[in-house]
């Protein structure tokens, strides 16, 4: 059980580390934003507060060392400054190799935490006096009039599970001024219905402080969800004189823990006597009473509430059983397609009808077992900013990293593909492209380069683009390299487009030097390999002087796919519709008229194609008019000629296994209606292939 | 975090009295070692006296195990107490917490509530 706990700590942590990181990075743009500061200020907080509630003491201690710096920060003792936003990312380093050590059972390098230590700790020391001054005028403004506050504080049952210590936001509520806590205990059950890892108690806590509604709420900022939080002024107390008598008794009772709020109403509903007693000897005005009762009716609905905040809570599952709940909606939507098939062979009209309910269920099941999975890529994207912010600083450059579209989904699985293939596409934007500052402001461009990121639907793919303002591929550097290592003839005509493919050629880098950052030679032929596995393409452009873009087409999953049905005598093959541009037949007098050259005329373009009959040496005759399936890889348009094109097709990929891992030409394969296999095409290969025969 | 240790035994001067001795800490990872200690000690006598003078740390999960039996206890038709002798951190903690008050729940038929008053 407790693995459990540090599991979920350790998953919360990593969580909160990343955002910490991007509100640093957006930090050191904005050193005055309070907001940023904040949302620094209690990701350390809860890290510390939960990794000790774990038992991670290393990881406690040390992130209160960081907390205390930014709470100097939060309060205006201490300026932003690069120093203080560096040393803070280191520690956020420490923080996440302490957690990765407590995994290994290896020790974190303790050194490391003491130098940021002692680092943050030089810089408070030496920046604290200056800000204080100002700070005093500032402290004196903001001196409000006490307000007291009655809070209920109702955890989730659960809240233990999530790390929170619900004892540190009394803890911290207390330090905001004078503080009454009660724990009301009435809702336990008996000790063997008790789970001792939920939370039953919950707080009626009565706070006079000056800092307002805001800084009380701050305090459960992280636990909103999980909890029921109610929040009242019920004196001011510079309008204390004309209040003095309002609502003293119940406020008091309740205060002093001598009676529960909820004994109270029990009280007042049922024994009625004591109310009117009270106003019969004038001890109490009946309105006060009313007042009391009005209050216990708004707590009973508030908790009533709490029922329907507990159900649209959200829940954290592991990857692993969303993956299996995929590859069941897959094998479901197999058998669903076979049913299908039975049915219209039946002609059963009942049994179709059947079957079309259970089509129209399967699809919609399909759409929200693959939306779970989907995750915004922004995480990646504020990943990329560190990279780009260290980087730059380790070559000299001044480099900015701007994003679009954060906010779009892509499959989990994918974006988890993608981290490598991306970031070296990033480093080469920086490595080579971007100018340093001294070439730049010689070339008329701003001193500072951009990295622009950007990500966009578009159909069932994500296009990711990744531009930068740099100086642009160099043409002629490309061709040399392209005759140095033989791959294109001395007097070649290319076109800008062919050119820069060549970039994606093994073992090819115009990089005359080979720095630590890119240019060891394993380079954009692995991006593109890794690009075409997730069934994606990439695609360049470039002017010289103005820099590059690069833009990656990504499909939204990778475990469907719509995809096109061919076939080639008994045998099914899939191609991927997103690659299928058209379909045109392919007569026995055509194939005369082109003189053993695989090229087809459509519409006055030479197409050329790839029969596949004889590609996969499948025995028989092909019939008198075959088809040839046009697909478009890379802005380039080649053919596979077919027998015959069934249509469209839901297709659940499967993996060949192991023993068929290098089979050229087939990405995978899909089971039909009807139980046969169909291999699924591996288009962008079998036309490099095809080029590479050729040449 | 020192290790939580628990120890029931049978009052020697008292008969059907059980003491459940707790010591070191009392966390969320022990929680459940803590609760089945209680419900042993309750099964075993008529009178419990849980003994946390050497606690030395105590969570919400176990401030809320101690209330549960007391209702248990009480349920029972079973006395329930704790003696602290004065263990500072078991009652800054259970302070803390706002655990401690002046009259007992609406369970406590027998003026018995734990949290009220000092060491008994």
């Known amino acids: 059980m407790i693995d459990q706990h540090r599991q979920a700590f350790k998953e919360e942590a990593y969580e909160l580390l990343a955002e910490l990181e991007s509100s640093l990075l957006e930090l050191e743009e904005r050193p005055d934003d309070q907001d940023l500061i904040g949302r620094v200020f209690r990701a350390m907080h809860t890290i510390k507060g939960s990794g000790s509630m774990f038992g991670f003491d290393d990881i406690a201690s040390f992130t209160h060392e960081v907390e205390t710096i930014f709470d100097m920060v939060r309060n205006g003792k201490l300026q932003v400054t690069g120093r203080l936003v560096n040393l803070t990312l280191a520690a956020r380093d420490q923080i996440r190799s302490m957690l ?8 974190a390098d303790l050194q490391a935490s003491a130098e940021i230590i002692v680092g943050l700790r030089e810089l408070a020391g030496f920046q604290g006096q200056v800000a204080a001054e100002a700070h005093k005028e500032e402290v004196h403004e903001a001196q409000k009039d006490p307000v007291t506050y009655r809070i209920r504080f109702a955890p989730a049952r659960e809240i233990f599970v999530s790390g929170t210590n619900p004892l540190t936001l009394i803890a911290e509520l207390r330090e905001l001024g004078a503080c009454t806590v009660v724990a009301q205990t009435a809702g336990f059950p008996c000790l063997e219905e008790m789970n001792p890892e939920s939370c039953y108690v919950y707080w009626d806590v ?5 800092q307002g509604e805001n800084a009380i709420r701050d305090v459960f900022i992280f636990v909103e969800d999980d909890c029921e939080l109610k929040i009242e002024p019920i004196a001011e107390h510079n309008r204390y004189e004309e209040q003095q008598d309002y609502k003293r008794l119940g406020e008091i009772l309740v205060e002093r823990g001598d009676i529960t709020s909820d004994d109270m109403r029990v009280v007042l509903s049922q024994q009625k006597r004591f109310g009117e007693l009270a106003i019969s000897q004038g001890i109490l005005h009946e309105g006060k009473v009313q007042a009391a009762l009005a209050e216990q009716q708004h707590i009973k609905e508030v908790r009533q509430e ?21 590859n069941l909606v897959g094998e479901m939507v197999t058998v669903q ?14 049994l179709m009808a059947i079957a079309e309910e259970v089509e129209r269920l399967t699809a919609e099941l399909r759409d929200s077992a693959l939306n779970i999975r989907m995750l915004p890529i922004g995480s990646t994207f504020s990943k990329f900013k560190r990279l780009v912010r260290d980087l730059s600083a380790e070559l000299g450059k001044q480099i900015e990293m701007t994003t679009e579209g954060a906010e779009t989904e892509l499959d989990k699985t994918v974006i988890e593909k993608l981290n490598d293939p991306l970031v070296h596409l990033i480093r080469n934007s920086i490595d080579h492209g971007i100018e340093r500052p001294e070439a730049r402001v010689a070339a008329g461009k701003p001193e500072r380069g951009t990295v622009h990121l950007s990500a966009v639907h578009s159909g069932d793919s994500v296009l990711i683009t990744i531009a930068d303002d740099g100086a642009g591929l160099d043409k002629e550097a490309i061709r040399t390299k392209g005759i140095e290592r033989g791959i294109i003839t001395a007097g070649a005509e290319l076109s800008d487009k ?3 493919n060549l970039i994606f050629a093994p073992g090819f880098s115009t990089a005359k ?6 240019g060891r030679g394993v380079g954009m032929d692995v991006v593109k390999r890794a690009i075409e596995a997730l069934r994606g393409s990439i695609d360049i452009t470039s002017v010289r002087g103005e820099g590059t873009r690069i833009m990656v087409k990504i499909p939204l999953t990778l475990a469907i796919i719509e995809s096109l049905l061919v076939k080639i005598g008994n045998d099914s093959f899939m191609m991927p519709l997103a690659l299928v541009d058209e379909c045109v037949e392919l007569t026995r007098e055509d194939v005369a008229a082109a003189h053993g050259r695989n090229l087809a005329h459509v519409r006055d373009q030479l197409v050329p194609y790839i029969p596949l009959r004889e590609h996969f040496a499948i025995p028989g005759d092909p019939p008198e008019i075959e088809q040839i399936v046009i697909t478009q890889v890379s802005g380039v348009r080649v053919g596979f000629v077919v027998d015959h094109v069934i249509g469209e097709h839901q297709t659940v990929i499967k993996s060949l296994g192991r023993a068929y891992k290098d089979t050229e030409g087939i990405s995978g394969a899909t089971i039909l209606g009807d139980g046969t296999v169909a291999l699924i095409l591996d288009i962008p290969q079998l036309v490099q292939a095809a080029e590479a025969a050729q040449a | 975090m020192e290790e939580l240790m628990l120890e029931c035994r049978q009052d020697p001067a008292h008969p059907g009295t059980r003491v459940l001795k707790v010591a070191g800490e009392v966390s969320i990872g022990v929680a459940g070692d803590f609760k089945e200690a209680l419900i042993e000690a309750l099964s075993g006598g008529n009178e419990v006296q849980v003994d946390v003078s050497a606690l030395t740390g105590i969570d919400l999960t176990g401030l809320q195990l101690l209330c ?7 349920t029972a038709g079973k006395e329930f107490h704790i003696v602290d002798g004065g263990n500072p951190t078991f009652r800054d903690m259970a302070t803390s917490a706002g655990f401690r008050r002046h009259t007992g729940c609406a369970y406590d038929r027998a003026c018995s509530c734990i949290w009220v008053g000092g060491d008994n």
């Open chain 1, 100 to 107: 990765d050590a407590a995994d290994s059972g290896e020790a």
């Open chain 1, 206 to 210: 009565i706070l006079t402080t000056d």
């Open chain 1, 306 to 326: 709490k029922q329907v905040a507990e159900a649209s809570s959200s829940i954290r599952v592991p990857a692993e059983r969303l993956d299996l709940l995929v």
């Open chain 1, 337 to 350: 397609a076979r049913l299908s098939q039975t049915a219209a062979q039946r002609d059963d009209a009942e």
């Open chain 1, 498 to 500: 062919e050119l820069f």
């Open chain 1, 513 to 518: 030097t080979i720095s630590s950052v890119s």
């Open chain 2, 68 to 74: 549960a039996a007391h209702h248990s206890a009480g």
